[in-house]
Nanobody, 122 residues
Framework: QVQLVESGGGLVQAGGSLRLSCAAS????????MGWFRQAPGKERERVAA????????YYAPSVKGRFTISADSAKSLVYLQMTNLQPDDTAVYYC???????????????WGQGTQVTVSS
């Protein structure tokens, strides 16, 4: 089991930057791989980025590649999403999620945080 809590969302102007944080806890947390998803009203949920705790394997959605960076601090059990050059289309609720223990970044994500709102104004 793993518990996830997101923070760092807010309002930012187009072209600005924001960093989201995800605090992970649970006795098997080190065996889970982590991801960030987002969902805007009327749109399907989209996987934005994912990483294992060592950072040896990462994934980025084409829509954010080159602008967003995912990183993980295993000592603090924190996962970050650094977002730069934000655009209005990035407006969404952003969720931290994890796979089951021992599963890869490309497996299903079974554990979810409550989400944090990111709003980008034009």
């Amino acid at each position: 089991q793993v518990q996830l809590v997101e923070s760092g969302g807010g309002l930012v102007q187009a072209g600005g930057s924001l960093r989201l944080s995800c605090a992970a806890s649970g006795r098997t947390v080190s065996r889970h791989t982590m991801g960030w998803f987002r969902q805007a009203p009327g749109k399907e949920r989209e996987r934005v980025a994912a990483t294992n705790w060592s950072g040896t394997t990462t994934y980025y959605a084409p829509s954010v590649k080159g602008r967003f960076t995912i990183s993980a601090d295993s000592a603090k059990s924190l996962v970050y999403l650094q977002m730069t050059n934000l655009q209005p289309d990035d407006t969404a609720v952003y969720y931290c999620a994890s796979t089951r223990a021992g599963h890869s970044l490309f497996s299903t994500y079974d554990y979810w945080g409550q989400g944090t709102q990111v709003t980008v104004s034009s």
